[in-house]
C-alpha cells in the first residue's frame, strides 16, 4: 500500500501493509486552526481544518493506491471536512467514491458514558489526569472503563468494511489515538507519561496507524514499528 504523507514512517508503515487483505486506516483529523491554550471544550470541538489542512488530506486521498471500502468520520466538523478532502483526491485518480461518510459518536468520544459528567470531569482533571484514571484503573465519573473505551472504537473498526484488498478510513482524535497506543503497549503509568513528556511521542494531525486482522490478532502499525495484540473483537 503506498500513500502519501508528511510523515515518513507513515508512508513506510504503509508499504509494510500486507497485499490482498482488508486494511484499516486509522488517523488523526489534519491541521485544524489554532486554539489558545486556554480555550474550552467547545471551542477546541468547533475549530475547522486550515486551507493547509484541506490540501494535506487531499494529497493523502490523491495518492491511495488501494480502493476506498469505507469512510468513517468523528461527528465533529473537521474530522468530516478531512474525510471529504480525502475523498476529493481518490476521485481524482479512481472511479468515483460514492458512498456516505459514517459519522459516528464511536470516533469522536467512545469513553464518554454520560455526556455532561465527562465534561465536568475533562473540567477539573484534564486530558492528562484522565490518562492517569485509565492507566491506574481509577473509576471516573462520565467516562467508561479504559477497556471498554478501547473495545468501543475496535469492535466498531473491526465490524466495518471489512472487503479484501481495500481500505477502510476511519476520522478520529489524537485523544483516542492516544487511548489506543496506550492499550497496545501495556496500559503502564511509564507509557502514559511517555506520551504526554515527550512531544514526539504525540499522535500529529494526519497521522494515523493500519490495522488488520490475522486468525485471532490484530496487526499494528504505528511509525513503521509492528505491534501484534491477541484480542477478542466483533467483525471478521
Not at 473540567?123 to 471516573?140: H, Q, V
Not at 485523544?175 to 500529529?204: R, T, V
Request: net charge negative.
Amino acid at each position: 500500500m503506498r500513500i502519501f504523507s508528511i510523515y515518513g514512517s507513515m508512508e513506510k508503515s504503509a508499504e509494510l501493509c500486507p497485499d490482498g487483505q482488508n486494511i484499516k486506516m486509522l488517523i488523526r483529523h489534519s491541521i485544524r486552526q489554532d486554539v489558545r491554550d486556554d480555550a474550552g471544550l467547545e471551542a477546541i470541538e468547533n475549530a475547522l481544518l486550515t486551507r493547509e489542512g484541506k490540501k494535506m488530506a487531499e494529497r493523502l486521498g490523491e495518492s491511495l493506491d488501494m480502493d476506498i471500502g469505507t469512510i468513517s468520520s468523528s461527528c465533529t466538523q473537521r474530522c468530516v471536512e478531512t474525510c471529504q478532502e480525502i475523498i476529493n483526491g481518490y476521485n481524482k485518480n479512481h472511479l468515483k467514491y460514492n458512498h456516505e461518510i459514517i459519522k459516528t459518536e464511536v470516533l469522536q468520544r467512545p469513553q464518554c458514558k454520560n455526556v455532561k459528567e465527562e465534561h465536568d470531569t475533562w473540567g477539573k482533571i484534564g486530558m492528562s489526569g484522565i490518562f492517569d484514571g485509565f492507566a491506574k484503573n481509577i473509576d471516573m465519573p462520565g467516562i467508561y472503563d479504559f477497556e471498554i473505551s478501547v473495545n468501543r472504537m475496535l469492535d466498531y473498526i473491526f465490524e466495518t468494511g471489512n472487503e479484501n484488498n481495500s481500505v477502510d478510513i476511519f476520522c478520529t482524535h489524537d485523544f483516542q489515538l492516544a487511548m489506543l497506543l496506550l492499550s497496545f503497549n501495556g496500559k503502564s503509568l511509564e507509557y502514559k507519561q511517555k506520551l504526554f513528556n515527550e512531544s514526539d511521542n504525540w499522535p500529529f494531525m494526519l497521522e494515523g496507524m493500519f490495522l488488520w486482522k490475522s486468525e485471532s490478532d490484530i496487526n499494528v502499525l504505528w511509525r513503521d514499528e509492528k505491534i501484534i495484540i491477541t484480542k477478542k473483537c466483533k467483525g471478521t
